[in-house]
């Protein structure tokens, strides 16, 4: 069974920093791609950080380039985003997610993704 469990979130004012964590079990994460979506009260699920099997490959949404950082440490079966420069409207719960499939792209689109967190609530104070 695979589980994916973040950490990580909490309370931070704004310019500040976090870290999020995802660990994951149950499957093959050195084959899989892996990713950072996030969800504002009474918004949609949006792409924030994708990275590919290896960590060799990374892409961000436009919002979180230059401020986010995704990684992947396959020795240890987590994934990470740091986010620097946090501003209010990075307020949202994270979610971390895989594909099943071994090394097949990341991707930008949730659909896409086979497994999901619980996720974690960052908050940003202005």
């Known amino acids: 069974q695979v589980q994916l469990v973040e950490s990580g979130g909490g309370l931070v004012q704004a310019g500040g920093s976090l870290r999020l964590s995802c660990a994951a079990s149950g499957h093959t994460f050195s084959w899989s791609a892996m990713g950072w979506f996030r969800q504002a009260p009474g918004k949609e699920r949006d792409f924030v950080a994708a990275?590919?099997?290896?960590?060799?490959?990374?892409y961000y949404a436009d919002s979180a380039e230059g401020r986010f950082t995704i990684a992947k440490d396959n020795a240890k079966n987590t994934m990470y985003l740091q986010m620097n420069s946090l501003k209010p409207e990075d307020t949202a719960v994270y979610y971390c997610?895989?594909?099943?499939?071994?090394?097949?792209?990341?991707?930008?689109?949730?659909?896409?993704?086979?497994?999901w967190g619980q996720g974690t609530r960052v908050t940003v104070s202005s």
């Open positions: 997610a895989s594909r099943r499939s071994a090394y097949i792209s990341a991707s930008r689109a949730a659909a896409d993704y086979d497994y």
């Open positions: 990275i590919n099997y290896s960590g060799a490959a990374t």
